[in-house]
T-cell receptor, first 113, second 110 residues
Framework: AQSVTQLDSQVPVFEEAPVELRCNYS??????LFWYVQYPNQGLQLLLK??????LVKGINGFEAEFNKSQTSFHLRKPSVHISDTAEYFC???????????FGQGTRLTINP | DGGITQSPKYLFRKEGQNVTLSCEQN?????MYWYRQDPGQGLRLIYY???????QKGDIAEGYSVSREKKESFPLTVTSAQKNPTAFYLC?????????FGSGTRLTVV
């Protein structure tokens, strides 16, 4: 079975500051990794995903994430945040050979002016 | 445009009543999923279906039922056996490793 831990439930940052949202996973088999963003009362929008290849993945809205197999981590980063990045962010994993996504608890990112 | 439609957006139910949440997709995806979202708990899988007329329980299936009679549709019934049904429910579909989510239904038990 797979599990995902998002290490911070809330992250407050100032506008134009860098941010890192942390995600660790546990799995006995190889996995695919995802980051999603959710705005209030809406569905999930894909930011980026790691399927194979380069461990540094670039996504939409200036976000990127790095897959670290030895540390079983997939942290999300953005060098300079904007007020519009205020949202909840979810890390998710699916095992190779399975289709269902397993989600972390979510990190609420709050951008202060 | 292809996508997933969940209806209604808001739903109120009296205790002891069953209620069905609709999920329709026109993406031609084989797999469909239902997730429940509660504050601070992320998304938890209720049921999923990889093909028509077949579905599997997820992590929190008790008190819920589903059907998959058509590829496009995967309705979720919240039964009176579900002890705490007030939550935000998200439907999703996928093909290979591309997942699409609906905009959700917020169910409140009154």
């Amino acid at each position: 079975a797979q599990s995902v831990t998002q290490l911070d439930s809330q992250v407050p940052v100032f506008e134009e500051a860098p941010v890192e949202l942390r995600c660790n996973y546990s799995s006995s088999v190889s996995v695919y990794l995802f980051w999603y963003v959710q705005y209030p009362n809406q569905g999930l929008q894909l930011l980026l995903k790691y399927l194979s290849g380069s461990t540094l993945v670039k996504g939409i809205n200036g976000f990127e994430a790095e897959f670290n197999k030895s540390q079983t981590s997939f942290h999300l980063r953005k060098p300079s945040v904007h007020i519009s990045d205020t949202a909840e962010y979810f890390c998710a994993v699916s095992a190779r050979g399975a289709q269902k996504l397993v989600f972390g608890q979510g990190t609420r990112l709050t951008i202060n002016p | 445009d292809g996508g997933i439609t969940q209806s209604p957006k808001y739903l109120f139910r009296k205790e002891g009543q069953n209620v069905t949440l609709s999920c329709e997709q026109n993406l031609n995806h084989d797999a469909m999923y239902w997730y429940r979202q509660d504050p601070g708990q992320g998304l938890r899988l209720i049921y999923y279906s990889q093909i028509v007329n077949d579905f599997q329980k997820g992590d929190i299936a008790e008190g819920y039922s589903v059907s998959r009679e058509k590829k496009e549709s995967f309705p979720l019934t919240v039964t009176s056996a579900q002890k705490n049904p007030t939550a935000f429910y998200l439907c999703a579909s996928s093909i290979e490793r591309g997942y699409t989510f609906g905009s959700g239904t917020r169910l409140t038990v009154v």
